[in-house]
Nanobody, 138 residues
Framework: EVQLVESGGGLVQAGGSLRLSCAAS????????IGWFRQAPGKEREGVSY????????YYTDSVKGRFTISSDSAKNTVYLQMNSLKPEDTAVYYC???????????????????????????????WGQGTQVTVSS
């Protein structure tokens, strides 16, 4: 069973940094991309970034590009999200999931959009975990 456990959230002032971890198990690590998502109160879950663990190609939504960095450690079956220059609007519960990522002009069936570009998609295959809370104070 595909399982992912998030950790590393916390309370930080605007401009600060946090590093989130996503520990994966139950599948061959390089078989899937790993994505980070977030859900703020009263809003839908949105895609933030993903990494193809096989070739380490990454994708970032415009809202986090230049501030967040995703990386993977195959030896530890773990994906990290380094978040710098945090803003109050980054406050959310952050989740990770394994799945299939695609860059294509049309919608990918059963996939979530990654940002507003309309070309990046992620189809999660695991259950959503409890996530990790990130709170950025102004």
């Amino acid at each position: 069973e595909v399982q992912l456990v998030e950790s590393g959230g916390g309370l930080v002032q605007a401009g600060g940094s946090l590093r989130l971890s996503c520990a994966a198990s139950g599948f061959t690590f390089d078989d899937y991309a790993i994505g980070w998502f977030r859900q703020a109160p009263g809003k839908e879950r949105e895609g933030v970034s993903y990494i193809n663990t096989s070739d380490r190609i990454t994708y970032y939504t415009d809202s986090v590009k230049g501030r967040f960095t995703i990386s993977s450690d195959s030896a530890k079956n773990t994906v990290y999200l380094q978040m710098n220059s945090l803003k109050p609007e980054d406050t959310a519960v952050y989740y990770c999931n394994a799945g299939v990522a695609s860059i294509q002009p049309g919608a990918m069936p059963m996939a979530m959009p990654m940002g507003d570009s309309g070309v990046a998609w992620f189809r999660p295959v695991g259950r959503w975990g409890q996530g990790t809370q990130v709170t950025v104070s102004s």
